[in-house]
């Protein structure tokens, strides 16, 4: 039997980041996948960031992951959303080259020191005494580990929709994995159903791209990644995307066979993502609206492969064929892979720890989609923060738990733990109460120290983060006392123009900018943050605590805590069925027995 300090069980995006992480802190790691040749790819949609998801790029990016330096290599257009908007909800979104993607992620895995790739289904998690000792594939071989985390994917038990048609399969081309639910669910674990959907694939030759609406990317593109050189950038040829729109022929032939989509049959146990509907959903749930964007993206520079970002669907081929050819440019188009639905099965968060370790069994992980979520960006961010907490555990080092008001990532997983999923979560700005501080710009200046703590950011790097801190205090500093921080705060005041000859970096000048803009908004939401009792997230509730010996709590109180086991106050507060009352009497219970403890805020 080999042993490795690490086991990551899948390597899709959240596997990937688990993986090379612990691997980066010289934790002995091995990745097991079902093909080697198809980790990281991209199921879906063939680009990384967007609202709220560039920003946790950027976060991940900032604590020493891998994606974003993979998409500013991959990247083939490069745009900035809400770009008419406020900084803090401005988001980059990078179209890949999907195979190119893949084939840099593929490459830096093995690339890297300390982590091995094994091909294979594991069939079984072992576990003793309540901690988790390895795993057993199933073709016999067995591995031991210390840790071990999981990030299948959509891949457990999955199957595939397409009209009529069902066939066991977490992706196209993919099997499923159909052993390992029953070995979760022996541990204890529960486990429920979600579902997911693609888009058809379109061949590009056959579109008419002059009757689309041009959408070209940025001129002069930015890299998202802090490892990235500035020069030269872009890497990869860029491309002009395309948009078109449904139309009433499309709703009339969407209407007329909805007896014929699994999803209105019955067939689909599993919910969707309310974000990402089907198009088939769209018509129905929005029966007012005459037509749905789409958006036409290439899948590369050789691809003859376009993704029409809008159309999820599961309808049978031939009702694709049909309602594809009624949107404007499309009207000759042929199709090269039908769209189609997966089902799969996914574990509650509510049954992990803030360190995505689980509560049932210690040093085995849950990250990605089998925790509920949807997107390649909030899995890779589970998946690093579930990679870095395993390699710290098997250091025998404090955990990184980050709080809601350092970074988008600690709302995404403190959402998960702490309420749970009734439908595949997708990361909003709007979820974090402290959205205004946690922007793209100073992702690098909120989480680059972490990394450092951790092992993934090198002192070089630090540093320079640390100069680019003392450079924009400094300047804030000279504008204070030089009478000139009000006028800047003024809308239409450009820091350029106020100090014309300034010395600083461009991104540098921006955030100085931000800062004075912002400074009294964010001191106005730190205010009512406060007033609401928010600050709660830093009152430590101790590992173990017992609920039942809150006098005074309803069953229903009692039962929710001590189902969800939270860490902090705060995490207790926001639990469903626990009231303002019920948060009261936890408080005096902890005073009362000396267990009161305040975490500093950073």
Request: net charge neutral.
């Amino acid at each position: 039997m080999e042993h490795f300090d690490f086991i990551v069980v899948g390597l899709g995006h959240a596997g990937c980041e688990a993986a090379l992480a612990a691997a980066r802190m010289g934790v002995s790691t091995l990745g097991i996948t079902l093909k080697a040749d198809r980790i990281a790819v991209m199921s879906c949609n063939p680009a990384i960031g967007g609202t709220a998801k560039g920003h946790l790029v950027r976060e991940l990016d900032a604590l020493g992951g891998e994606m974003a330096h993979a998409a500013d290599q991959a990247g083939t257009h490069f745009v900035t959303l809400n770009a008419s908007k406020g900084p803090a909800v401005r988001a980059t979104r990078v179209l890949c080259d999907r195979d190119a993607y893949a084939r840099i992620m593929q490459r830096t895995l093995a690339a890297q020191p300390n982590l091995s790739i094994a091909e294979g289904e594991v069939a079984q998690l072992l576990a003793t005494n309540g901690r988790i000792t390895g795993v057993t594939l199933k073709d016999g071989r067995t591995f031991s580990a210390r840790c071990v985390a999981v990030t299948t994917g959509t891949f457990l038990q999955a199957l595939m929709h397409l009209g009529e048609q069902k066939s066991l399969g977490g992706r196209l081309g993919d099997a499923a994995a159909t052993g390992l639910s029953t070995s979760l669910q022996a541990l204890g674990f529960q486990l429920g159903r979600f579902k997911t959907g693609t888009p058809a694939r379109l061949k590009r030759s056959s579109i008419d791209w002059a009757a689309c609406e041009a959408q070209p990317g940025h001129e002069h593109p930015k890299p998202i990644s802090l490892k990235t050189a500035r020069s030269p950038f872009p890497l990869q040829p860029q491309l002009a995307c395309g948009i078109t729109h449904t139309n009433d022929a499309t709703h009339r032939i969407l209407r007329g066979n909805l007896h014929r989509s699994p999803l209105y049959q019955g067939d689909i146990v599993g919910r969707g993502p309310r974000y990402c509907p089907s198009v088939e959903d769209k018509v129905v749930r929005f029966a007012s609206r005459p037509r749905h964007t789409v958006f036409l993206e290439p899948e590369g520079p050789d691809a003859d492969l376009v993704y029409p970002a809008g159309l999820s669907t599961s309808l049978p081929a031939d009702v694709q064929l049909e309602f594809l050819r009624t949107l404007k440019g499309l009207e000759q188009v042929e199709v090269v892979r039908y769209g189609y639905a997966v089902e799969y099965d996914y574990a509650p968060p509510t049954q992990l720890k803030a360190t995505l370790e689980t509560k049932a069994v210690a040093g085995l992980f849950f990250a990605g989609q089998l925790n509920g979520t949807s997107g390649y960006e909030e899995a890779a961010f589970q998946g690093l923060l579930a990679g870095i907490n395993a390699g710290l555990q098997v250091k025998g080092e404090a955990p990184l738990v980050l709080g809601r008001h350092e970074a988008h990532g600690a709302v995404l997983v403190d959402e998960l733990v702490t309420r749970g999923v009734d439908e595949p979560f997708r990361m909003f700005t709007a979820r974090s109460e402290h959205r205004l501080k946690l922007r793209e710009g100073n992702a690098e200046l909120r989480l680059r120290e972490h990394g450092h703590r951790v092992g993934l950011v090198s002192a070089a790097e630090v540093d320079a983060t640390r100069a680019r801190q003392r450079r924009i205090a400094e300047e804030l500093g000279r504008l204070e006392r030089a009478g000139e921080l009000q006028t800047l705060r003024r809308p239409e005041v450009r820091y350029a123009t106020l100090v014309p000859d300034s010395p600083l970096p461009a991104e540098d000048q921006e955030e100085v900018e931000t800062e004075a803009k912002y400074a009294g908004y964010i001191a106005q939401a730190e205010a009512a943050w406060f007033r609401r009792s928010e600050a709660t997230d830093t009152w430590r509730i101790p590992d173990g605590f017992r609920f039942q010996a809150v006098r005074g709590l309803s069953t229903e109180a009692r039962e929710r805590l001590e189902k969800a086991q939270p860490q902090t106050v705060g995490q207790a507060r926001r639990l469903p069925g626990v009231t303002p009352a019920a948060v009261g009497l936890l408080l005096v219970h902890l005073k009362r027995t000396g267990l009161f403890h305040v975490e500093p805020q950073v």
